[in-house]
């Protein structure tokens, strides 16, 4: 006989009559605060791209600003972006917000002598671009489903990552420049879109348009079958 003592079993019925309970977990648009990182992180460095300001250690100052503003930030708003079931803003942010955390440690790293400093042609950080560019394309299309303010950020973003990505792999000032600009227009459209989901938060109706589709402006504020149920999108 086994020594053990005998666990009590409890029957469980089902209450088929018992009504469901929808647990609602409102979040404001991670957007905002992604986008905002984004365009001030992208427009210090852009403008130094482009010449408007700064020598040959300018990158190295911009570093620590770059990896928590458009770092941190914009990585945490990817991470929400989860929560509010927006993919494109869960990938273009978690990627670029990754992307300039990784740039910051990189300046500082060379800043510190722990990595030499790259010549005028720098390969590995060229074919790093061109994986943000080809998944930014890929962004801006998805983006243009839902909002055309937002696909056009992708767009300059994703032809300055284009643009860069010659810059360095042949070390090009030229199409650093470019790039530069690129990156700048990309800032200032992101500036556009932030301010406009937050507008549009603060005020509970649109102020700026951000070119959303017919099909998505008569979506219903709750999405039924789309991610958790009662979970309001933030996009």
């Known amino acids: 006989m086994s020594s053990a003592a005998a ?25 905002i605060l992604g986008l905002y990182g984004f365009a001030g992180a992208t427009f210090m460095v852009a403008a130094h791209m482009a010449h408007w300001f700064g020598g040959a250690r300018t990158d190295l100052y911009l570093a620590p600003f770059a990896a928590l503003f458009g770092g941190v930030a914009q990585f945490t708003a990817g991470m929400w972006s989860y929560k509010a079931r927006d993919g494109v803003a869960s990938a273009m942010h978690g990627m ?14 060379i800043m510190e002598g722990v990595l030499p400093a790259p010549g005028p042609a ?18 801006m299309v998805a983006a243009g489903a839902e909002s055309k303010a937002l696909s056009a950020v992708l767009f300059f973003l994703a032809a300055g990552s284009t643009c860069a990505a010659i810059a360095y792999l042949i070390g ?29 938060g603060a005020f509970k109706h649109p102020v700026w348009s951000v070119g959303k589709p017919a099909r998505v402006r008569q979506e219903p504020t709750l999405m039924p079958g789309r991610g958790e149920p009662g979970v309001i999108r933030g996009q």
Not at 7 to 29: F, K, N
Not at 96 to 109: K, N, P, V
Not at 127 to 133: D, G
């Open 96 to 109: 670029w917000g990754a992307f300039w955390i990784a740039f910051g440690l990189l300046e500082l790293a």
């Open 172 to 200: 090009s000032d030229g199409w650093t420049v470019a790039a530069g600009y690129f990156f700048i227009a990309s800032a200032f459209v992101a500036w556009y879109t932030a301010s406009a989901l937050m507008f549009e």
């Open 122 to 139: 720098f390969p590995a950080l060229g074919y790093w671009f061109i994986v943000l560019a080809a998944i930014t394309w890929m962004g």
């Open 7 to 31: 666990i009590p079993v409890r029957e469980i019925r089902e209450e088929p009559d018992s009504p469901a309970q929808i647990y609602l977990q409102p979040v404001a648009a991670p957007s």
